[in-house]
């Protein structure tokens, strides 16, 4: 970076300092160093879920080498991890443990759906036990299409999600913020169904309503 673009106007530098001397803001002289430092560290949590986890392994192996990106470390516990790569079928079973690990990790994280059943529900999306996307519980950064992606789909993920970090700002980013606490996601219960607990209010208005037979209706 030049001198000059760290030079911020309305800051007179004297002439005779200013090779030596720079006036810059956090945000302009951090962010990049920091978002750098960040982005080449991302931590994946080492689990998966089904067909989509074997094309993980294989991106991590050194035919692909993900050490070029300081993404070969996976992490056996959420505490030391900061992206959740949700690798396969995500059926209702095993959703509260899910949502439970994404609980444990540590601000930042992130978390990826990898493949068509992570992203939608995929060929199973109309199966009993499969919730149509790991998006109706938690908060996705990146979408991998494929059925299965490929390891370069997934490196490309990964790249796009180091894009996202870079754009982060130290100043605006939320684990930064006054008062923030970390974002807990409540764990579903899984009974005879899954249930998100921030849809209760609305399971009891519909269970509330009045029972209209066919009949009633005029059908
Ligand atoms: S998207 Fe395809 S490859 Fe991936 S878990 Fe689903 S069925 Fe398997």
Known sequence: MENNELNLPGYEIPEDVKNVVAVTTLDRLLNPVYNWGRRSSVWPLMFGLACCAIEMIAAQA??????????????????????????????KKMVPAIVRLYNQMPEPKYVMAMGACASSGGPFKEGYNVVAGIDKFLPVDVYVPGCPPTPQALMNGLIMLQKKIDKEKISQVRWYRKGHDSVEIPVPILGPDLIDPRRIPDIKAAAAQPVTTPAQAGG
């Open 62 to 91: 050194s035919r692909y080498d993900l050490a070029r990106f300081g993404m070969e470390v996976m992490r056996p516990t959420p505490r030391q991890a900061d992206l959740m790569i949700v690798s396969g079928t995500v059926t």
